[in-house]
């Protein structure tokens, strides 16, 4: 069975600080990998997505990485603000459309003074 | 428009009642897909429009649910008999394609609540 795979499941940290958030995934096939970013009572926005041949990807100060060889993939933020404060999604895709996309249940990041 | 548009926001229904969920894409995405987030959970596949192409309805829970769009507009997702386990976040896509390697738009979603 397909599965996405996120930890930690929450996570508080002072503003100004980094952190990293992690994903493991057993999707098979692989076709990309993605993270999106949800902040409270919104749809989410896609941060970052990567083929099995990208190795890392940056927006701003996110920083995705992926290994395809062990199926992980790690969302770094950056001198943390607190708009960050959202759950972050990873969310995989088998290829093809819409109904192989495996989702995780999220990170739920507080960034705080 | 700007973005992907769903209403109502909010939706508190009783057991048993009928309820239709609105969704207005972004103009000129030909792919439109509806998702249910439950509270703590990931976003589950409902439902997949593609231009005017029978749709993938590969993720509807039940007969109870259906939805509907013409053309490359509106959508509506139905939900017959609410039970208190459809009580989720209903959010909607659209994108360019279809084909899972493009990102997509999501709407803010509907809340809704079965008491």
């Known amino acids: 069975k397909n599965q996405v795979e996120q930890s930690p499941q929450s996570l508080i940290i002072l503003e100004g600080k980094n952190c990293t958030l992690q994903?493991?995934?057993?999707?098979?096939?692989?076709?990309?990998l993605r993270w999106y970013k949800q902040d409270t009572g919104r749809g989410p926005v896609s941060l970052t997505i990567?083929?099995?041949?990208?190795n890392t990807k940056s927006n701003g100060r996110y920083t995705a990485t992926l290994d395809a060889d062990t199926k992980q993939s790690s969302l770094h933020i950056t001198a943390s603000q607190l708009s960050d404060s959202a759950s972050y999604i990873c969310?995989?895709?088998?290829?093809?459309?819409?109904?192989?996309?495996?989702f995780g249940t999220g990170t739920r990041l507080q960034v705080t003074l | 428009g700007a973005g992907v548009s769903q209403s109502p926001s909010n939706k508190v229904t009783e057991k048993g009642k009928d309820v239709e969920l609105r969704c207005d894409p972004i103009?000129?995405?030909?792919?439109l897909y509806w998702y249910r987030q439950r509270l703590g959970q990931g976003l589950e596949f409902l439902i997949y429009?593609?231009?005017?192409?029978?749709?993938?309805k590969s993720g509807l829970p039940s007969d109870r649910f259906s939805a509907e769009r013409t053309g490359e507009s509106v959508s509506t997702l139905t939900i017959q008999r609410t039970q208190q386990e459809d009580s989720a976040v209903y959010l909607c896509?659209?994108?360019?394609?279809?084909?899972?390697?493009?990102?997509?738009?999501f709407g803010s979603g509907t809340r809704l609540t079965v008491v």
């Open positions: 896509a659209s994108s360019t394609t279809g084909q899972g390697n493009y990102g997509y738009t």
């Open positions: 994903c493991n995934y057993t999707v098979s096939p692989f076709s990309n």
């Open positions: 990567m083929t099995f041949s990208e």
């Open positions: 969310v995989v895709s088998g290829g093809g459309t819409a109904s192989k996309l495996t």
């Open positions: 429009f593609q231009g005017n192409s029978a749709p993938d």
């Open positions: 103009s000129g995405h030909t792919a």
